[in-house]
């Protein structure tokens, strides 16, 4: 909850996500107050303060520095002082606490094990943490049931151990403590952002470099509270840096290596975005369509038919690398892609590389 919980800044990952989707439960509604047209001038923070039961002023603020109350449907200071006849909405987003887990016996594919942690490679569609409209079926609740007939002690172990997420429909690494003791030291890494993350992606058109490094502020969108949004201007969101580097290209769209240095709410998903390279069939930031291409029904088809393989956004986790919590040696996992990128990046590869020179120069002066 935005303002109750004291959320850390790993909860940001995409996840969610690095999900806001999943990962970051969806924002609901808590509150709505229409001041009165008397209303004496007040600073909004304390203005809240007698009006939410159990919130703190600096709650309140954070809560207001990170886009969860807005007034007149627009994003204010703490020191915004509330006047007659606004209207103030203030989100919150639910996180159920462990002893709400419903445990289920759902198979995980477990990279890695020890006593102190696991790896499990996520598949898509799997949302990881319970949240509105995904109460079951989710990684945690397999983890549950998992971690107890390991006679693990839930009971000591917030949010089941989980210290990141990755999206509903991202695949990929995820890493798990197993005690109290190994989730708060890996959960200290992700914030220090010295865990290494690397994500493979198809984003539509070529890359003009073969690397770069995009650092925009992400931040929820300020129309759209259940997505989110890149602040170039630096005045809202959190500060995110992605390194990426082209692996391999294939005229109309282009395969890369992705690194992330911080681990906001769908991080890669709104950077590819903001520099014109969405990713490939990610429907909530525009690459469910074609982006770049031509106007063939050919090609058209083509598309369509990698649409019904990658019902996705093209993203995969593919490797992860922390200091282990009780040895304190560094250690790296990797993760093959899954069958469906690789074949929609198989079928890239023939109908790019079978096109005539000819015809390779028609399409590109299109």
Request: with cysteine; proline share 4%; hydrophobic share 35%.
């Amino acid at each position: 909850m935005a303002i109750e919980n004291d959320i850390e800044d790993v909860w940001d990952d995409e996840a969610p996500e690095e999900d806001i989707t999943e990962a970051t439960d969806e924002p609901v509604e808590r509150l709505r107050i229409t001041t009165d047209k008397r209303q004496d001038p007040l600073r909004i923070d304390k203005f809240l303060m007698n009006r939410l039961e159990g919130a703190t002023r600096n709650k309140i603020q954070q809560a207001l520095e990170e886009g969860y109350i807005l007034v007149n449907n627009e994003i204010v200071k703490s020191n915004y002082r509330v006047r007659p006849n606004d209207t103030i909405v203030v989100f919150e987003t639910r996180r159920p606490e462990s002893k709400e887990i419903i445990p289920e016996q759902i198979p995980l594919n477990i990279t890695y094990e020890d006593d102190d942690l696991l790896i499990v490679n996520k598949p898509a569609g799997m949302v990881v943490h319970p949240g509105c409209g995904n109460y079951t079926g989710t990684l945690v609740n397999g983890l549950s049931w998992y971690l107890q007939q390991e006679k693990v002690d839930l009971e000591n172990l917030s949010r089941v151990g989980l210290v990141h997420r990755i999206d509903k429909d991202t695949t990929g690494l995820v890493v798990i403590g197993k005690k109290e003791k190994a989730m708060t030291l890996l959960a200290a890494q992700f914030k220090k952002h010295t865990v290494h993350r690397r994500y493979i992606a198809l984003v539509w058109g070529d890359l003009a470099n073969d690397t770069g490094t995009i650092q925009v502020n992400i931040g929820r969108n300020l129309r759209f509270r259940k997505i989110m949004d890149a602040f170039p201007d630096g005045d809202y969101g959190k500060d995110a840096i992605t390194h990426y580097r082209v692996l391999e290209r294939f005229n109309y769209v282009t395969l890369v290596e992705l690194r992330l240095e911080t681990g906001r709410t769908h991080q890669i998903r709104v950077h590819m975005k903001y520099i014109g390279h969405p990713l490939f069939n990610d429907g909530t930031y525009g690459g469910d369509r074609i982006v770049k291409g031509t106007v063939f029904n050919k090609y058209k088809q083509f598309i369509d038919n990698c649409f019904s393989i990658l019902a996705r956004q093209a993203l995969h986790a593919k490797e992860l690398g922390f200091t282990h919590p009780e040895t304190g040696e560094w250690i790296q996992f990797n993760s093959d892609l899954p069958a469906d990128m690789q074949e929609v990046i198989e079928k890239w590869r023939s109908y790019t590389g079978g096109m005539t020179s000819q015809l390779k120069q028609k399409l590109d002066n299109f």
